[in-house]
């Protein structure tokens, strides 16, 4: 049986599913209604690169201490930051500031994907999904989701690259006129529920009617990427001072990897073998083995050291209780666990 190509009666098809199955998430409101453009702005900032899940709590804790942008745009940086700990990319982070400041000074969000396209930290795909979803703009979202969805009806064999405009081409072309956020909506959680990356639920999938790779037998074969190159290992110091239950944090710089974070000093991360350990003062320094972590580029091998001191090292710096540090990156909050036997766990 051949899979239909015309998908212009799709959106209707998943929209009734949509309706009978949408997941519930703290972000969203009624289904068939706008939602609230702040909360809408906040979830899919937290959700680039973050699974459901983990980004939930996140949202939840921002909302109840920050309620509207006007809010979170008169936060000081440092509370915002540590309230970001432990959910990774945190340029994302300095622009979800930026961007809040410049919405309340405008008096609120811009209504057209075009216009949020101008703010910090948005792109095509967090654009389209706001305009769609908080303003009934038909615009598309597309996303790593959708992508595999399209790529899957489809059966698209070509060139990455090219199949993803195909791709955005395809979604623009159906967006319905009527309930655009939802369609974005419905695409998403199809996505994420039924058209997984790993054994896809085809026997639940309302668009089994359209889709080529069904046709084919072998959906998990789409989409077709080209392999990533392995990431390359950086090796580094990192040195943790306690004193009478506190430990001593520095704040990173503005800008770059961790930007504007508290964490552990290090020395500096470098590829191909462990640099020399210099420690940032003298003391009795003990090793408390390694850990691991996994950054978009890169991995990181980090040595921890651990010393009881009596004063603080030079430069600046925080004395910070240990009962209590819970707002550290998580490759630093793995490093005080280390040092510490499971003092402080990463979130």
């Not at 020399?276 to 050291?305: I, N």
Request: charge should be positive; aromatic fraction near 8%; include cysteine.
């Amino acid at each position: 049986m051949t899979a239909r190509s015309d998908l212009r009666e799709l959106p209707s098809i998943l929209l009734g599913w949509f309706d009978r199955n949408a997941r519930v998430l703290p972000w969203r409101g009624p289904i068939g209604m706008k939602r609230d453009p702040y909360r809408v702005w906040l979830a899919e900032i937290m959700l680039q690169q973050t699974t459901v899940p983990h980004a939930a709590p996140y949202f939840e804790a921002f909302t109840r201490r920050w309620p509207s942008v006007n809010d979170l745009a008169a936060a000081p940086d440092g509370d915002v930051m540590r309230a970001w700990a432990g959910l990774g990319y945190y340029a994302r982070a300095r622009n979800l500031l930026k961007c809040a400041r410049q919405v309340a000074a405008r008096g609120g969000f811009p209504e057209t994907s075009a216009g949020l396209r101008e703010l910090p930290g948005i792109g095509p795909y967090t654009a389209g999904a706001i305009a769609a979803i908080a303003f009934d703009e038909p615009s598309a979202a597309v996303d790593g989701n959708v992508d595999r969805v399209f790529a899957r009806l489809m059966a698209l064999k070509g060139e990455w690259a090219q199949e993803k405009k195909q791709i955005a081409a395809a979604v623009a072309a159906i967006v319905p006129a009527r309930r655009p956020g939802d369609f974005a909506e419905a695409l998403m959680d199809l996505g994420a529920t039924i058209c997984t990356p790993a054994a896809p639920n085809c026997l639940l999938c309302p668009l089994t009617e359209f889709c080529a790779a069904r046709t084919e037998g072998n959906p998990e074969r789409y989409p077709i990427k080209p392999a990533k190159p392995a990431k390359p290992v950086r090796f580094g110091h990192a040195w943790v001072h306690l004193r009478e239950g506190k430990v001593w944090l520095v704040r990173r710089p503005p800008e770059g990897l961790l930007g504007g974070m508290l964490a552990l000093p290090t020395g500096v991360w470098q590829e191909g073998a462990l640099p020399e350990a210099q420690p940032p003062m003298r003391a009795d320094w003990q090793a408390s083995g390694e850990v691991r972590h996994v950054f978009t580029h890169f991995s990181l091998r980090l040595s921890v050291w651990q010393a009881g001191v009596s004063r603080a090292p030079a430069g600046e710096g925080v004395w910070a209780d240990l009962a209590q540090e819970s707002g550290l990156p998580t490759v630093f909050a793995k490093a005080l666990a280390q040092a510490t036997g499971g003092t402080i766990r990463p979130r």
